[in-house]
């Protein structure tokens, strides 16, 4: 995800942090400190305590997903929770319920092993002591409460949140994938938009008016992404790679490569030296420079260094997947050390578009 930087990394795991979650802890500094005599620290404390109860929670998704193959690319946690962002999505319905499961099975365990915590220390008297407010709520009390409302506000069954995620499973394993995922994501737009008039009417806080954006809008890619998944479903990469691949020297300009793209069909090039890939060049780039009056720079200047390849016999779902995640222009296909083909948007798109073409003849 963009604007996000890793932090650490857990179990093999990259942990990154969003940067407007850091715009959240100053905000909470800030306010806490200039409304009081509190200081700005200990509604930090809660936020981190909060946070680190959701990566927990992501954790709980992410192991389950590698027990059943799918690779995890990284957890990101994000002013309004966590993500665990997935490599390719679950190949059986069973997969998903129990990936969809994992996190809210873990945020319930935490938060019953805590709550049975806080009777053994201090029996039922805490909970009187506590709405007479006498005492401070003790930080295991406060564990129990996260972790418990977490795992009960994730099981609503919001696709794409995770109560939509085991729905549509449930409903995969009797209709299949594409009309589950369908009901799914009418159920979940229709309680985010549910839940975002009562935020307007005020019967919620505002952040979960956020929430309900996030939920509707997520709804909408994982309907693109599930039509995508149908569309080519049992391609490869070799079907689908456009083959004649012109590559570029790091010391031609610009424009000589301008000039070769506007006479190919190719928008991207590997930059090779000898025979070494060294870098990328966009088409993008290749514009930039063509506004910034930059035509005579070489391509090493300009090229990208981050070069993602794949196989030939790759499933193109999985190749589509991580382009849509990283945002990827393009990812080179090598076999046996050689470049064999290039895969962008635009043979996806043109593979798709034969596929409905036969559709409507058939
Ligand atoms: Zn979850």
Not at 82 to 108: Q, Y
Not at 187 to 210: H, P, R
Not at 229 to 257: F, G, K, S
Request: with cysteine.
């Amino acid at each position: 995800m963009r604007w996000s930087f890793t932090i650490g990394t857990i179990f093999g795991i990259p942990i990154r942090l969003h940067v407007t979650f850091l715009l959240l802890l100053a905000w909470i500094g800030f306010n806490t400190s200039s409304s009081g005599n509190q200081g700005g620290l200990p509604g930090i404390f809660h936020v981190v305590l909060v946070f680190f109860c959701v990566l927990l929670h992501e954790l709980g998704h992410s192991l389950m997903a590698r027990r059943y193959g799918v690779g995890v690319e990284s957890i990101t946690l994000l002013p309004i929770g966590g993500m665990a962002a997935m490599k390719t999505l679950p190949d059986s319905a069973r997969a998903e319920f129990l990936i969809a499961l994992a996190g809210p099975a873990v945020s319930l365990s935490l938060g019953t092993a805590f709550l049975v915590g806080t009777y053994h220390q201090y029996g039922t008297d805490l909970w009187n002591s506590l709405a007479k407010s006498a005492i401070a709520t003790p930080l295991i009390v406060e564990m129990s409460i996260i972790n418990l409302a977490l795992g009960i506000f994730n099981l609503v069954p919001a696709f794409p949140m995770d109560g939509g995620r085991i729905l549509r499973a449930v409903l995969w394993s009797r209709q299949g994938f594409e009309p589950a995922t369908q009901i799914a994501v009418k159920i979940g737009q229709g309680l985010a938009v549910g839940l975002f008039l009562m935020t307007l009417f005020g019967y919620f806080n505002s952040w979960l008016g956020l929430i309900a954006i996030f939920i509707y809008f997520g709804a909408e890619s994982e309907k693109r992404s599930a039509a995508w998944r149908t569309a080519i479903a049992d391609a490869l990469v070799a079907d689908v790679m456009q083959t004649r691949v012109q590559t570029v020297h790091p010391d031609e300009t610009i424009d000589e490569v301008f000039h070769r793209m506007m006479e190919s069909t190719q928008d991207h090039f590997p930059v090779v030296a000898g025979d070494e890939t060294v870098g990328l060049l966009t088409r993008r780039t290749i514009v930039t420079a063509m506004q910034d009056h930059q035509m005579d720079r070489r391509v090493s200047q300009l090229m990208s260094l981050e070069i993602h390849y794949c196989s030939p016999l790759d499933p193109l779902a999985q190749i589509v997947q991580l382009m849509d995640q990283r945002n990827l222009p393009c990812v080179l296909v090598l076999h046996d050390d050689k470049i064999a083909g290039l895969i962008t948007s635009r043979q996806v798109w043109r593979y798709r578009w034969d596929k409905q073409q036969e559709v409507n003849r058939s």
